[in-house]
């Protein structure tokens, strides 16, 4: 049954139209593939086979009833752990959570299950998604299935390793300041980031509430869009999700993508933001936004070079705003209510003792240099210095994306200033750390639906990435541009060396 795996949405469901094969071989299949190879990658936490049997069941009984199958019927999706599946762990690859069990089903969770998805397991992340390179889980460092010896990216390195790799056909991830777009870029694959507030955050654990936002990873344009369709939508348990896109039943994104390259591009103008073309960025990664430019104008494109002055504030803006956020939300974790409570020596002799004991045996050296620096831009005297100031460049950050939205449709930059390094290559140098999301901080500050696509070969052979911006609810142009250069090249073909092995 290794067949079945590395195949697309389309062509898994159409071999369960035809009845060639059921959605328990589907299954089985995947997870013999993770038990091949999840042993080196170490891209799950946690496997959730007893409930993806039950629902490969619930389809293979649609099937022999001849019912009409639902969108994502026997497909095998992991799920980021940060986002609860009801009975499952939900850890953020944190100690202070390592025992929680999630009692209720984020929103996007109960989508998935309601569209067929087979859940095959929870995925390995940066604690509480503060990272860019899965090495601050708690629990284990996820590899890279292109070079086991280099990091998949973060924080959501975990899904994007198993779709990578072929273990799972799709995933979700969450994307605070690239966390989706950047991982997908090193593996090789296709992650977007939704307009904020297009997908529900309700059940997802909160970082930077401001800034996450859920969002799916596949190994295509098509299949995002697939994902895309099923987990959007207004959901009332969201006080930040957006009813206007949903009032007529919200847009189809895969359908809006059935037509020829050239047609897709009609009529767009393509902006290269030039600020991450130059010093920073490996040249070869320059070299292949260049040529991606020279795709979309031989579709038929205008291709013109813009300006975001602000964006050069978009790191130290983000570290301030991210932070802070993090500090008040992280604030919940203190051994009361639920997670990890420290209770042997001092911890007995006050309540403060007790969280003090708590939190520092539960949290990991990054989360705690985030809350520290959180909440020292929150404290009296420098809340207005640090905090409201970094708002305030928030705020011209998203006026020069409107100033250039009003001359292109979309912007392409490189998803990433490097392709992966090497593990525990940058574990002691914060800052270089911080640096690798530079390119796709700002749409996360502006709020605005982005994704990354495999766009060439770097050095040692690794996956290059292409990053699409586009305004606010154009979700379906990012992806008409991603699709009309996935059609009119191979990159998304190419293929990690235990995804080639099976194929």
């Known amino acids: 049954m290794s067949e079945l795996v590395g195949k697309s949405i389309s062509e898994l469901r159409k071999l369960l139209a035809e009845k060639s094969v059921s959605a328990k071989e589907i299954l089985t299949a995947h997870l013999t593939h993770v038990g091949r190879l999840d042993g080196d990658i170490k891209a799950f936490t946690c496997l959730t086979e007893e409930r993806a049997q039950k629902q490969a069941a619930r389809i293979d009984e649609k099937i022999a009833r001849g019912e009409e199958l639902p969108p994502l019927a026997g497909i095998p999706v992991a799920v980021k752990d940060n986002i609860c599946v009801a009975d499952y762990p939900t850890t953020c690859s944190s100690k202070i959570l390592e025992n929680f069990v999630a009692p209720y089903e984020a929103t996007v969770a109960e989508k998935l299950d309601a569209a067929g998805a087979l859940f095959i397991g929870k995925t390995n992340m940066d604690e509480f998604a503060m990272g860019s390179s899965t090495e601050n889980s708690a629990f284990k460092k996820t590899a890279n299935p292109w070079d086991l010896t280099r990091v998949p990216g973060g924080s959501s390195g975990g899904s994007t390793a198993a779709v990578a790799s072929g273990m799972a056909v799709l995933a979700l991830g969450s994307d605070t300041g690239g966390s989706i777009r950047q991982p997908a870029a090193f593996c090789g694959v296709s992650g977007m980031k939704p307009t904020y507030g297009m997908v529900s955050r309700f059940g997802l654990v909160a970082f930077a509430s401001s800034l996450d936002q859920i969002g799916p990873l596949a190994r295509s344009v098509e299949d995002t869009a697939i994902a895309l369709s099923v987990i959007a939508g207004y959901d009332k348990k969201d006080s930040t999700s957006i009813p206007e896109p949903f009032k007529n039943g919200g847009p189809n994104f895969e359908k809006a993508l059935a037509e020829s390259p050239d047609k897709l591009m009609k009529g767009l103008r393509v902006g290269v933001i030039s600020e991450l073309v130059g010093d920073g960025i490996e040249p070869e990664i320059v070299s292949s936004i260049r040529a991606a430019a020279s795709v979309f104008q031989s579709l038929g494109a205008e291709v013109i070079d813009v300006s975001l002055p602000n964006s050069k504030f978009a790191l130290p803006v983000y570290y301030l705003i991210a932070t802070a956020e993090a500090s008040a939300n992280l604030a919940r974790y203190d051994g009361v209510k639920y997670g990890l409570r420290v209770k042997e020596g001092a911890a007995q002799d006050s309540l403060l003792q007790m969280y003090t004991s708590t939190r520092a045996a539960g949290f990991g050296p990054e989360v705690k240099r985030r809350i520290m620096l959180g909440t020292y831009a929150l404290s009296s005297g420098y809340y207005d210095a640090y905090y409201k100031k970094a708002q305030q460049v928030r705020r011209l950050i998203k006026n020069d994306f409107d100033g250039v939205f009003e001359k292109v449709d979309v912007l392409i930059s490189p998803t990433s200033p490097t392709v992966a390094f090497k593990i525990g290559e940058k574990t002691d140098d914060p800052l270089s750390m911080y640096l690798s999301d530079i390119a796709t901080i700002p ?61």
């Open 443 to 503: 749409a996360n500050l502006a709020g605005l639906p982005g994704i990354s696509i495999p766009a060439g070969l770097g050095k040692d052979k690794l996956p290059i990435g292409l990053q699409i911006l586009g305004n606010a609810l154009s979700d379906q142009i990012v992806l008409r541009v991603a699709q009309a250069f996935q059609q009119s090249t191979d990159f998304h073909n190419r293929q990690c060396p235990g995804l080639a092995a099976v194929g």
